[in-house]
């Protein structure tokens, strides 16, 4: 397997999902929530139906199968369709070979387990080690939710791209580690960053910033909002489910004033994003043109390979099923609706197929 790789083709998209953090609860908080939820009233419709997807977003509702057998049989389907990235490695490695291999990463659920508070979401050390023999070999980038600076604090690899904030902050690698943490000279940095589509959003992202904090991480125990530059999580993984409602109005409340804002869900977890046309797919497009990898329909001499665990991630499955070569691999324990061609269960299969590439490439 050369520089290099496999074929697209499940089903339409709709899910994936992810994220964390853990505050104490308080036995008060069910009623203090309903105080919240009555001063923000924006319709049991819209209400309801955030709350349903909400709940979609927890094993504990989404995983309960209707009949005994039920589960197993949903499972052994959809790993018909979408088969272990590890199991079928051969076919891949084989799809690959002759082509120039790009390897494309989300972090949090890929490199690292779902933890409960996202500032200790760390990388282990056999996994950067996987990271890094791969970066030796193939071109490879980090594309995650987080802000660029934090997620390459956990990473600490200077040979990667970093495409952060929903691969709205892309940067390319750098000699000095140091400028990622902004160490280095100001004209350094501006030259290193190839690609903020949302930059004049970032004042009015600071100050709905802001405006979370007080309203709804300081307002509803357990909450937590994450500030990642062009994008901002309100993590409710440990906001008691009596809380959900209140805590998604108070989101909207904040939002109603800045139309230039969306707001979309994870697992467990909500995600304010400027209105603009990016995702992790055009992010994808555009770090491949930056390889000199353009996306022509009929180019077919480059194998990227995108592994992810995340709903946001399904946009970069789609521009490969679109391309019609290359390999998008979801990172999951459980069915979900997906345009990855395959699957691996969590970050310590992702780290056993890290290092086969690498051995595939050695071999070849």
Same mark, same amino acid.
């Given at each position: 397997m050369t520089k290099h790789g496999v074929v697209i083709g499940p089903e339409d998209v709709a899910a994936a999902r992810h994220f964390s953090f853990p505050p104490p609860r308080t036995a008060a908080g069910g009623e203090s929530c309903r105080k919240l939820a009555a001063q923000v009233d924006l319709g049991p419709a819209v209400v309801g139906s955030w709350l349903d997807s909400m709940k979609a977003s927890s094993p504990r509702h989404r995983l309960m199968a209707p009949v005994p057998g039920a589960a197993d049989a949903e499972h052994d389907d959809w790993m018909e369709r979408h088969p272990s990235a #590890? *199991?079928?490695?051969?076919?891949? $490695?084989?799809?690959?070979?002759?082509?120039?291999?790009?390897?494309?990463? *989300?972090? *949090?659920?890929? #490199?690292?387990?779902?933890? !409960?508070?996202?500032?200790?979401?760390?990388?282990?050390?056999?996994?950067?080690?996987?990271?890094?023999?791969?970066? $030796?070999?193939?071109?490879?980038?980090?594309?995650?939710?987080?802000?660029?600076?934090?997620?390459?604090?956990?990473?600490? #690899? $200077?040979?990667?791209?970093?495409?952060?904030?929903?691969?709205?902050?892309?940067? %390319?690698?750098?000699?000095?580690?140091?400028?990622?943490?902004?160490? %280095?000279?100001?004209?350094?940095?501006? !030259?290193?960053?190839?690609?903020?589509?949302?930059?004049?959003?970032?004042?009015?992202?600071?100050?709905?910033?802001?405006?979370?904090? $007080?309203?709804?991480?300081?307002?509803?125990?357990?909450?937590?909002?994450?500030d990642n530059k062009f994008c901002l999580s309100v993590h409710f993984r440990c906001v008691e489910e009596a809380c959900w409602a209140a805590l998604f109005e108070q989101v909207r409340a904040v939002l109603r004033d800045h139309p230039g804002l969306r707001l979309t869900q994870g697992r467990k977890v909500l995600e304010v994003r400027p209105m603009i046309r990016w995702d992790k797919g055009k992010a994808l497009e555009f770090l491949l043109h930056a390889l000199g990898f353009a996306a022509d329909a009929d180019r077919d001499d480059v194998f990227p390979i995108y592994v992810g665990d995340d709903r946001t991630d399904e946009d970069a499955f789609r521009v490969l099923r679109a391309r019609g070569h290359g390999a998008g691999i979801l990172v999951s324990r459980f069915p979900k609706d997906t345009s990855a061609s395959f699957t691996l269960r969590d970050p310590a299969e992702v780290k056993e197929f890290l290092r086969k590439l690498v051995g595939a490439n050695d071999d070849s």
């Open positions: #590890l *199991d079928r490695f051969d076919a891949l $490695a084989a799809a690959a070979k002759g082509k120039q291999v790009a390897v494309f990463l *989300d972090y *949090d659920g890929t #490199l690292s387990p779902i933890v !409960e508070d996202p500032d200790r979401a760390v990388m282990t050390d056999e996994m950067r080690d996987a990271v890094r023999g791969v970066a $030796a070999r193939f071109p490879t980038a980090i594309v995650s939710g987080r802000c660029r600076d934090k997620v390459f604090s956990f990473v600490r #690899l $200077a040979e990667l791209y970093y495409a952060g904030s929903h691969g709205m902050d892309i940067r %390319g690698p750098t000699a000095d580690a140091n400028h990622h943490h902004g160490n %280095g000279k100001a004209e350094a940095e501006a !030259e290193a960053v190839l690609c903020q589509p949302a930059s004049e959003f970032l004042p009015v992202m600071q100050e709905v910033y802001a405006a979370l904090v $007080a309203k709804v991480e300081r307002a509803i125990p357990g909450a937590k909002v994450e």
